[in-house]
């Protein structure tokens, strides 16, 4: 079957079957090597990419289930701002050891600071919950949330200082 997906902003026509996971779609279909496999039933999070914007798990989203939804996956993160802040933060933060469930964690990182610019312990830990790191960098990764957080603020106290004239 023929579908059309928005990936990374580009249009990708691709011919697979209804029930072929999302996952399956980006790596071997369009060639996005950077969501990766680790479970196949959704409860690692290492294969989060964005569909409109929310996180998802894609090795148990069919490629029907997508619709015309907007995919974002580890590739295109870092050209939205947050997703930038949040790429740089890990490499500040040193947050990587092994690096397999990094792209997930940043994905889920990022659908969080996008909603919840100043997330306190407690929403990190309620959307990063399912997202496992077997190296246990999850102070790392909470620091790092917490640094593309606070550069964050900042930037916006800046232009709304801009736009106020002060």
């Keep these: 079957m023929k579908f059309s ?3 990374n902003g580009r249009t990708h026509d691709v011919d697979v079957d209804a029930d072929t996971p999302l996952l399956w779609v980006l790596r071997d279909e369009i060639d996005l090597k950077g969501t990766k496999f680790g479970c196949g039933v959704g409860l690692c999070g290492a294969c989060t990419v964005h569909l409109n914007g929310a996180p998802v798990r894609s090795c148990s989203l069919p490629v029907s289930g ?4 907007a995919i974002t996956t580890i590739e295109g ?5 947050v997703g930038a802040r949040l790429q740089k933060a890990w490499i500040d933060i040193d947050v990587v050891q092994c690096g397999y469930c990094q792209a997930g964690q940043i ?3 990022a659908a969080l600071l996008a909603r919840t610019p100043a997330p306190s312990d407690e929403d990190i830990d309620a959307a990063m919950n399912g997202n496992i790191c077997r190296c246990g960098t999850y102070l790392r990764i909470r620091k790092a949330i917490k640094e593309a957080a606070k550069t964050n603020l900042g930037s916006e106290s800046g232009a709304t ?4 004239g002060t």
Excluded: F
């Design 77 to 81: 993160i870092g050209d939205a701002p």
């Design 66 to 69: 997508i619709g015309n939804g």
């Design 5 to 7: 997906l928005q990936v």
């Design 107 to 109: 994905m889920s990182a």
């Design 161 to 164: 200082a801009a736009r106020k």
